[in-house]
C-alpha cells in the first residue's frame, strides 16, 4: 500500500513537473525576440569605441534599450576598405535587423540607403546630407532614412580664416581631404573660395592611407607650405595622434575638425562634438525601435561649434598665439 501511494507521489510529481516545462516553454515562446541593431562603419571599429559606439549605446539606452538586455548590436566594420561596405550592408539587411545605424560614415549610409527601402536608416555626417543626397530634405527627409550632420565639412572657410588669424603673415596653406569622400569637391571649392577673399593660397593634398598621408607631409617643406587645414573625415578621424605627431615633427602649425585632435596634441580645432553626434544617433535608433518613422523625423544639425586651442602645442612650434584668438576659445588646453 505505501508503495502504491509513493509511485502516486512521483508520477504526481512527475506530471507537475512537466508540465511547469511546457509553461516556461510556451512563456518564452511568447517572449518578443529582442530588436537588432545593425551598426556600420567604415573605418575600424577599434579607435571609435572609446568615444563612437559607446556614445551610441548611451543614446540608445536613454530611449530605454541597453545592449544585451532588449537589444542587440551587430557590429560591421569595413576597415577602410569602402568596398566592401556593399557586403556589409547586405549581410545587416539579410538579417532583417530593426535598424541600420551608420553615425561617422557617409559612405557607410549611402550604400544602405543603395541596399534598402524599407529598413529604417540612421546615418551620422559631417557634410550636407541634402547635396550627399542622403535625404530630400532636412525637415522631413521622407523614405526609410534620416540622421544627424554635424556640418563639419562646411566649416573649411571658418578654420582657414582662423589659421590666417593665427599667422597673418602667411601666404600659403594646404588642405588635407581623401579624395574617396563625396563631400571633397565641394569642401576644396568652399575652401579656394575663402582663400580667394582673405588672399592667401591654398594646395590641395590627396590621402587615402597612412602612407599617403606620411608622404603629404614629408612634401610640405618642398612645396613651402606655411599651415595646413585637415578634413573632417576617415581617414583622419581615426588617425588622431598619428597626424598631431607629424604636424608637430614638421614644424607646420595645423587647425583640425573637432576636439579630440586638440586633445591628442594637434595645434587648433574648430567643429562640432563628434560624441555628440554619435549620442544622438544612439537616441534616433531608439525613437525608431518604438516606433516613429524616419520619414517625419527631421534631420539634427549641429547648433554648437567649439573652438579649442592647445596652448602647449603652440608653444612647442614657437607660436604666439593672439590674445583675440586665446580670447573667442571655447577651451584652451594647457
Known amino acids: 500500500m505505501l508503495d502504491t501511494k509513493r509511485r502516486e507521489v512521483i508520477a504526481l510529481l512527475g506530471a507537475g513537473g512537466l508540465l511547469l516545462a511546457v509553461k516556461i516553454r510556451r512563456a518564452r515562446a511568447q517572449q518578443p525576440a529582442m530588436p537588432v541593431v545593425g551598426f556600420l562603419y567604415d573605418g575600424s ?12 549605446r548611451k543614446g540608445l539606452s536613454e530611449m530605454g534599450y541597453v545592449e544585451g538586455r532588449n537589444v542587440v548590436i551587430e557590429y560591421r566594420s569595413a576597415q577602410n576598405e569602402n568596398k566592401g561596405l556593399p557586403e556589409l550592408v547586405t549581410d545587416l539587411v539579410r538579417r532583417r535587423v530593426a535598424v541600420i545605424a551608420t553615425p561617422g560614415s557617409s559612405d557607410a549610409a549611402v550604400a544602405a540607403k543603395f541596399a534598402t527601402t524599407t529598413i529604417p536608416i540612421v546615418f551620422g555626417t559631417g557634410s550636407d546630407p541634402v547635396k550627399e543626397g542622403l535625404v530630400t530634405s532636412l525637415n522631413r527627409p521622407g523614405g526609410n532614412i534620416t540622421g544627424v550632420s554635424t556640418m563639419n565639412l562646411e566649416l573649411g572657410p571658418k578654420r582657414l580664416g582662423l589659421l590666417v588669424e593665427l599667422m597673418p603673415g602667411a601666404t600659403r596653406f594646404a588642405v588635407l581631404v581623401n579624395p574617396n569622400s563625396p563631400s571633397t569637391e565641394a569642401h576644396i571649392a568652399d575652401v579656394r573660395a575663402a582663400a580667394a577673399i582673405l588672399g592667401v593660397q591654398v594646395e590641395t593634398l590627396m590621402a587615402k592611407t597612412n602612407l599617403d598621408i606620411d608622404a ?17 573625415g576617415p581617414p583622419f578621424g581615426q588617425r588622431r595622434a598619428q597626424l598631431a605627431t607629424l604636424a608637430a615633427r614638421h614644424g607646420v602649425p595645423t587647425i583640425y575638425p573637432d576636439r579630440m585632435y586638440a586633445e591628442a596634441g594637434g595645434l587648433m580645432s574648430y567643429g562640432s562634438n563628434v560624441t555628440e553626434m554619435y549620442r544622438q544617433a544612439g537616441i ?45 576659445a571655447d577651451e584652451v588646453i594647457e
Open 216 to 232: 603629404n607631409f614629408a612634401s610640405l617643406g618642398q612645396k613651402r607650405v606655411e599651415a595646413l587645414l585637415v578634413s573632417a
Open 284 to 328: 534616433y535608433t531608439g525613437r525608431i525601435l518604438k516606433g516613429e518613422n524616419p520619414a517625419e523625423m527631421p534631420v539634427i544639425q549641429a547648433a554648437k561649434f567649439e573652438f579649442i586651442i592647445n596652448i602647449h602645442t603652440a608653444k612647442l612650434l614657437g607660436l604666439d598665439v593672439p590674445a583675440t584668438l586665446l580670447a573667442r
Open 45 to 56: 571599429l577599434q579607435p571609435i569605441e572609446a568615444y563612437g559606439a559607446a556614445a551610441f
